[in-house]
Every structure is written in C-alpha cells, then in structure tokens.
T-cell receptor
Framework: DTEVTQTPKHLVMGMTNKKSLKCEQH?????MYWYKQKAKKPPELMFV???????INESVPSRFSPECPNSSLLNLHLHALQPEDSALYLC????????????FGSGTRLTVV | EDQVTQSPEALRLQEGESSSLNCSYT??????LFWYRQDPGKGPEFLFT???AGEEKEKERLKATLTKKESFLHITAPKPEDSATYLC????????????FGTGTKLQVIP
C-alpha cells in the first residue's frame, strides 16, 4: 500500500459545526503532516507529527485541533471555523522526516458557510 | 525567512517542444530541494529531491538540476499527460522540518 487516504473528499460545514478530517497511511511512515492549500496558492504547513508526537504547530488558530491516535492515523478536528478557512486540506506522510519527500493524499475540499 | 520563486507562472508548449522551468530560492543553508507535480484537485506527487549543487536527477522526460541559487526542471519532448502544475520546495538545514513551497508553474502541453 503506497497511498495516503483522506476522508471525506468534500465537506460543507456551518460556522457553528464540529467536524473531523481523517488521514490514514499503511506505509510505516513515522512523520505525518497537515497542509492547507487555497486556490492557485502553494500548500502551507499547519502541523507536523513525528513518531506520533506533535513537533511543529505553525501558529495555527485553536479552532483547528490535530490528533495522532497511532502511527497510521492522523485527524484534524474542526470547530467554529470561518469562511476564510475554506480550502483544500492535504495530509502527507514521509518515512522519518520531510527530507525523504512527502506522499500526499488527494485532500479534503472544505467549504465553510 | 526562506523564499522560493518559480518562473514562469504559466507555460504553454506544443507536444514535443522541450523547455525548462525555473526555481530560485533563498534559504539559510539548503538541506534539500524538492520537485512535485500537482494535478487539479489532487495532492502533489513527489518527483525528486536534490541535496547539493551540481546534482542532477532524471525521471522519464523530466530532468532536475541544482545550483547554489536555483534549480531547473527540464522537460524533454513533453506529452499532453505532462500537463500539470509543477511545485518546487526547499528544506533548510538544521533540525526544523518546515518545507516551503513556491507558487508553481502551470504547464499546458498542446497535442
């Protein structure tokens, strides 16, 4: 299995909703990442987990809450989002660190209404 | 702050017409430079990592090169399926893992 699987593919949520994005990989990678990508912009790093521990938080607002339950799973919990948070949310993994290149999932297209 | 600038923003080629994409970077010590390909609505797909000036890597019709200030992605005899946005990214030296992406070059190959 050489894939990163993200669910759901599309999500529409209201500003008062709570939802979660899920990411799964079975490649034995020990580093996992959340990126946010707006239209026609490059991916922007949000969080890095290394060996299931949060190692980087790029000053992301607390309405985004990451979780890494085990080495194969990564979640992003969403609460009280704003319309400007609408974007493609990408999960990625790498064997140990980013120097080995990422394997990205296809992303979750999030729309906040 | 690390910076990555890609040019041109968009490039339209006829099938078989070779060309190059440019990635200029400013980083406090380069640990690695990456090339990714991204199709619309999909996550980026890893192509290459380059580690030091003078290094070259090839994959099918693509060849990436690296100098101390920039990298080039050469596309030889492109086909329509090479149409995509090509992203360059850098990882600085040191323990911090942050990878900074450029804004990409959108390549369209016309049959």
């Amino acid at each position: 299995d050489t894939e990163v699987t993200q669910t759901p593919k599309h999500l529409v949520m209201g500003m008062t909703n709570k939802k979660s994005l899920k990411c799964e990989q079975h490649m034995g990678h020990r580093a996992m990442y959340w990126y946010k990508q707006k239209a026609k912009k490059p991916p922007e790093l949000m969080f890095v987990y290394s060996y299931e521990k949060l190692s980087i938080n790029e000053s992301v607002p607390s309405r985004f809450s990451p979780e890494c339950p085990n080495s194969s799973l990564l979640n992003l919990h969403l609460h009280a989002l704003q319309p400007e948070d609408s974007a493609l949310y990408l999960c990625a993994s790498s064997p140990r660190d980013s120097l080995y290149g990422y394997t990205f999932g296809s992303g979750t297209r999030l729309t906040v209404v | 702050e690390d910076q990555v600038t890609q040019s041109p923003e968009a490039l339209r080629l006829q099938e078989g017409e070779s060309s190059s994409l440019n990635c200029s970077y400013t980083v406090s010590g380069l640990r690695g430079l990456f090339w990714y390909r991204q199709d619309p609505g999909k996550g980026p797909e890893f192509l290459f990592t380059l580690y030091s000036a003078g290094e070259e890597k090839e994959k099918e019709r693509l060849k990436a090169t690296l100098t101390k200030k920039e990298s080039f992605l050469h596309i030889t005899a492109p086909k329509p399926e090479d149409s995509a946005t090509y992203l360059c990214a850098v990882r600085p030296s040191g323990g911090y893992q942050k990878v900074t992406f450029g804004t990409g070059t959108k390549l369209q190959v016309i049959p």
